[in-house]
């Protein structure tokens, strides 16, 4: 019997006889070639000046992992003596600002916020709550 499409495709490159393995499976991975200060000058690039490079904010915010973000943070206020977070909220509004701010959260803060939320609300908030609860490890 032929291989199926998706196993066809897996085949050509190269990743028909792979597997996932657990804690591999993120979308978000570390930036091979990373550098903060780079980073740091294109987001005052970005919030300085007359409009907001929406793209160049989004561009190195979700191409980065979580703790290369919290470096870039910790980059920008020692550049700037300003906090990263706040400096990007004071530039965006709406939906955007709401996913900054996610993203630059440290990840306990971030799931802290969310239970909080989630344990206000009621219906789909259970979910939220026992998605957290379920996949985090005992120290997290």
Do not use: Y
């Not at 955007?96 to 969310?114: F, K």
């Amino acid at each position: 019997m032929g291989l199926s499409l998706t196993q066809e495709i897996l085949s050509h490159l190269g990743l028909a006889n792979k597997t996932a393995a657990w804690g591999t499976l993120g979308t978000l991975r570390t930036f091979l070639s990373f550098s903060a200060d780079k980073d740091v000058q294109r987001l005052l690039k970005a919030i300085a000046g007359q409009g907001v490079d929406r793209i160049a904010i989004l561009d190195v915010l979700t191409n980065r992992s979580r703790e290369q973000r919290q470096l870039i943070s910790r980059a920008f206020h020692e550049r700037t003596q300003q906090d990263l977070l706040k400096s990007l909220q004071a530039a965006l509004s709406g939906n955007l600002e709401r996913i900054v701010v996610a993203l630059l959260q440290p990840a306990a803060h971030l799931d802290a916020r969310e239970l909080r939320t989630a344990l206000k609300g009621s219906g789909s908030a259970e979910d939220v709550a026992l998605e957290i609860l379920a996949t985090r490890t005992p120290p997290q």
